[in-house]
């Protein structure tokens, strides 16, 4: 049971370290969401250049495929270092991405544009479209990773995992003992 707990423990950190690269990534494929400053009443005002613009949705939806794709590739890599899986790898799989995900929303964050757009506005001038925050808008995303790794190692283990012992012990093509009607006996 030490041996697994110290495996779990090497996942959890491994995958969520795994996490700055996913933010890096949030920070370079997402696209800007402009916004444009301007001056009423002697105050600057921040508002979106286009109002319908889906950039909003898209930083959104980037996170959650780039997340998506971590989850798989954390999976598979788990996987193919310990086949027979067992609960604390589980746990520390989903652990580790949840936290890989969370230290990925913030550095894309820490990354991406100031959070002061009224500064920034001011600093680029009167109606120049600058880019906003990055934000993660829909917190689910946060999600994607873990759960696309439990899925994934889950379907792998179920698929090539290996196979629990024949119950019966009997050799592999032997016939089982039928009772009527060609149910086995109980």
Not at 15 to 31: N, T
């Amino acid at each position: 049971m030490k041996t697994e707990l110290r495996e779990a423990a090497v996942v959890v950190v491994v995958v969520a370290l795994f996490g700055a690269l996913l933010g890096v990534l949030w920070w370079r494929l997402a696209p800007g969401v402009p916004l444009v400053g301007d001056v009423v009443d002697g105050s600057w005002v921040v508002y979106f250049k286009d109002s319908e613009g889906e950039q909003a949705i898209g930083v959104d939806g980037t996170f959650t495929l780039l997340a998506l794709a971590f989850g798989l590739v954390s999976a598979f890599a788990v996987f193919l270092w310990r086949r027979r899986g067992g609960v604390p790898l589980v746990v520390a799989l989903a652990v580790g991405g949840l936290l890989g995900a969370l230290l990925a929303w913030r550095v894309g964050v820490w990354l991406g544009p100031t959070d002061d757009v009224i500064a920034h506005a001011k600093e680029v001038g009167k109606g120049v479209a600058f880019s906003a925050p990055a934000e993660l808008g829909a917190k689910g995303a946060l999600l994607a990773w873990p759960l696309a790794a439990l899925v994934v190692h889950l379907g792998l283990t179920a698929l090539f995992g290996p196979r629990d012992a024949d119950p019966y012990g009997e050799a592999q093509g032997a016939q089982q003992p039928q009772g009527p009607y060609g149910v086995p006996p109980a």
